[in-house]
Structure formats: structure tokens, C-alpha cells
């Protein structure tokens, strides 16, 4: 191309002699490449945020449980509890009709069965008094339902049947407890309400809570009528034949609990007779006791939890019957965890675990169906062992799932709780393994 004098010295402005060029075309891609790489700042973007904090992982497994002290598969493990002072763990193992005792170290050194006349159990408790094991037992071929006392080294001290017991005819027990005053708390299948004995054995009486429960097949005959306006005036705080100046038994209440929570005056309280006209005895699965005497009665047919005080008064009662996130569809496991001031509740068919606060709100849940690990299949029953550890019995995965947990309440004393879990500064990673 020709160019003329006044274009060459136009082209000469622009681009130098070639080596000088040369060298200014490599400082500019050199330049490219830089403002490629480097980090936008607040110029670029706008105003600074910042970044959001990860959750973390508030559920975290410790070990699984599967095999029995002989190695095989555990088969259908339907109940579980764990002894604080030893630290063992009794697991029910319902598919085999015994019950295996695995030690701290989660190995399984003992096995109680027909030598001890087990042969179908469905619960175990203690008596830490007088040192006794109570083992409650389903019908047999040859034994009604009853339960029978261990010593502490583990031999028969006595059996207690339900047949001569007023209302218990045809009870079988599937869950119990004994209460700070001595008292056994027995659940029946199909049963309605508590069947309460004293510290020998004897019946006592029975407490029931009542709810509504809209179902036209249960029917009340007219002559209990009265015993049911009582009963519910029993479950309501009041006093059978309350004085004027009666005033709450606020002691007996969870710390921190509120106001609208708190047991109601033993005054009289008037009555709607057409609301209060559906209260029936409940059907009762499992059920707790804190170390201040509070009884917590869960029921897989209203899915509600119902709390009495030391003295059998009603408290309060919480939960909600639903399939989504926060309800309970078949809640079939209750455990208290007093450090932490948490309950957890295991959902059967939605196959999770539910966190409440002592006050009955929900914190959070976990889990679902699936074979991993902090999945479940038809979980039935949940314990908290003395170090603070869950430990869930995995009915159709056949193992028990022990879980440790990164989570606290806020529970303050006065005001709201937060009802939200906040994690501990993180830890370097193991190796190891209505009202109604």
C-alpha cells in the first residue's frame, strides 16, 4: 500500500518502529490478563455483602449398632434405654425375643432371654431405688402380658400380671417408668390413659388424659360421664372439690415456662359443656419422667404430649397431627434431654425426630426415610444415654443408629425463647468412624 507523507507520519504516531511495538502489544495483553483475574471489589458490585454463615451439621454419627453378642444381623429392634450410672444400653430385640446389653464400648457382653423367663419383651426400665429391672412382657403362648422384676444381678425377683386390676383385664404392656415417689407407670396396647401401681406392684389407680379425638366409634356410656367431667377437671389443674383461695401450683411447672403454660388456679373454672362434650381417655405409646418428678405422656393418637406435674396435675399439653414439616403423623418415642433442656420425639411414619424446647415448641427436625446414616426406616423408639448421646431404634433397618448433637436452647427464664439451634465454635473433624 502506498502511503502518503501526511498517512506515514500518522501511522509512525501510532504504532512505533516494530521492536518498540512489539513490546507495547505484550504489556497490553499482560494487562488483559490481569484485569481477567483479579478480584471484583465492592466498585464492581455495588454495595459490600457479606457472606452468609454456614448452617453446619447439628446431627452427627457416632457409631451403628447391628450385630448381637453372637454377630448376626439385630432383628427388628423395637425398643431401646440406657442405664446412667454404667452407661449400658438395653436394646429389645424383638425379631429374636431377647434383650441385648451392650457396654460404653458398644459391645454386646450380655443377652437376657429364657433363662430369665424372657420371652417377649417389649420395654425396660429401672427401679434405681432398689436397684430392680423391670421388664415389661407382651401375651405368650403360655403367660398373659405382666411384668417381671429383675434383682440387680439380673434374676427373677417377681411377676406381676393385670387381670384382677380394675379396668386392666386385658392389658399388655408395651412401655413404662417409675416416678420419683415410687409409683410404676405402665401404657397398655389399646389401652386409655396410665395404669398406675404402687412400689409393691399394686394397683393404685389410673391417669388419663383427656382430648378430643372426633371419632364416632368410641362411645362413653352415660354412667361414666361423671367420672369423665372429673378426670378432665383433674387433667385441667383443678381440685376435685377446689377451695376460693386456692392458688397455682407454679413449682411444680418447667422453669421458664409461660405464663399461658403455667397449671391454672385450683379455683373453680366455669365450664363449656358442649365444647368439652367430645373429651375422651387418649390411647398412650411411650412416656417419660424428668428428674424433678414431671410426668410426659405421648400419645401416637393425637400426637400430643401430655405433661403432669410431681403430683399427677395437669400442666399443659403440645404437638399437632399432620404429614409436613413441624406435625407428628405416628409418634411412637419420646426422651429427655435435661442438659440440653430438649425433648425428642420420634415420628414413625414420617420417619424423623422432632426437637421440641421443654415448653412444648418445636426447635427442629431431622432425618427421614432412606438406609444411611441419620436416615431412617420406621424408627419406634428414642433414648438420650448419660453422655448427652441420642441413640434411635431403626425398626426396619434392623440396627440402632447413635447420634451426638452440636446444638443448644435458649431458654431464658422471662420472655419468648429463640427455639433455634446455635452451633458450638466448630471442632476439628474426628477420625473415628393445643394446648388444648
Not at 430369665?116 to 426400665?125: A, E, K, S, T, V
Amino acid at each position: 500500500m502506498i502511503f502518503s507523507e501526511r498517512n506515514r507520519n500518522k501511522h509512525r504516531a501510532i504504532c512505533p518502529p516494530q521492536k518498540s511495538c512489539g513490546r507495547q502489544t505484550l504489556l497490553s495483553a499482560l494487562l488483559l490478563v490481569c484485569l481477567a483475574v483479579r478480584p471484583a471489589t465492592a466498585t464492581d458490585i455495588g454495595p459490600e455483602t457479606p457472606p452468609k454463615e454456614s448452617p453446619g451439621q447439628v446431627m452427627r454419627l457416632v457409631t451403628i449398632l447391628d450385630r448381637d453378642d453372637q454377630g448376626k444381623t439385630l432383628r427388628f429392634p423395637v425398643n431401646i434405654t440406657t442405664e446412667k450410672d454404667t452407661g449400658e444400653i438395653y436394646v429389645i430385640n424383638g425379631g429374636r425375643g431377647n434383650i441385648l446389653i451392650y457396654g460404653p464400648d458398644f459391645f454386646p457382653h450380655l443377652v437376657l432371654g429364657a433363662g430369665r423367663d424372657i420371652g417377649n419383651p417389649q420395654c425396660l426400665f429401672f427401679d434405681p431405688r432398689k436397684g430392680r429391672v423391670l421388664i415389661g412382657q407382651n401375651n405368650s403362648a403360655d403367660k398373659p402380658s405382666r411384668l417381671t422384676i429383675l434383682n440387680g444381678a439380673f434374676l427373677p425377683e417377681k411377676e406381676i400380671t393385670f387381670a384382677g386390676m380394675p379396668g386392666a383385664e386385658n392389658f399388655s404392656v408395651i412401655n413404662g417408668k417409675v416416678g420419683i415417689n415410687g409409683n410404676i407407670y405402665l401404657l397398655g396396647n389399646q389401652s386409655r390413659g396410665a395404669l398406675v401401681l404402687d412400689s409393691q406392684g399394686n394397683f393404685s389407680h389410673w391417669l388419663r388424659p383427656v382430648d378430643k379425638l372426633y371419632r364416632d366409634d368410641i362411645e362413653i356410656p352415660a354412667s361414666s360421664r361423671e367420672r369423665r367431667d372429673r378426670l378432665s377437671r383433674m387433667q385441667e389443674g383443678q381440685k376435685e372439690e377446689p377451695p376460693e383461695t386456692a392458688a397455682p401450683d407454679s413449682s411444680a411447672a418447667p422453669p421458664g415456662l409461660p405464663a399461658e403454660l403455667r397449671p391454672k388456679s385450683g379455683r373453680a373454672i366455669p365450664r363449656d359443656q358442649e365444647k368439652d362434650k367430645g373429651l375422651q381417655p387418649v390411647l398412650l405409646r411411650d412416656l417419660a419422667i424428668d428428674s424433678d418428678g414431671r410426668i410426659f405422656l405421648l400419645s401416637e393418637e393425637t400426637s400430643k404430649v401430655y405433661v403432669y406435674g410431681p403430683g399427677e396435675n395437669f400442666l399443659f399439653s403440645f404437638g399437632q397431627k399432620g404429614g409436613s414439616s413441624g406435625k407428628m403423623s405416628r409418634p411412637r418415642g419420646i426422651a429427655l434431654d435435661e442438659q440440653k433442656k430438649c425433648i425428642y420425639i420420634v415420628d414413625y411414619m414420617r420417619h424423623t425426630i422432632l426437637i421440641f424446647d421443654m415448653a412444648g415448641r418445636l426447635i427442629f427436625e431431622f432425618g427421614g426415610r432412606g438406609t444411611g446414616p441419620l436416615w431412617f426406616n420406621f424408627p419406634t423408639a428414642v433414648a438420650v444415654d448419660r453422655q448427652g448421646r441420642l441413640l434411635v431404634a431403626d425398626l426396619f433397618n434392623n440396627r440402632i443408629q447413635i447420634l451426638e448433637s452440636d446444638f443448644s436452647v435458649s431458654y431464658p427464664v422471662f420472655g419468648g425463647t429463640k427455639g433455634m439451634p446455635s452451633k458450638k465454635e466448630a471442632a476439628p473433624p474426628e477420625k473415628s468412624t393445643d394446648n388444648r
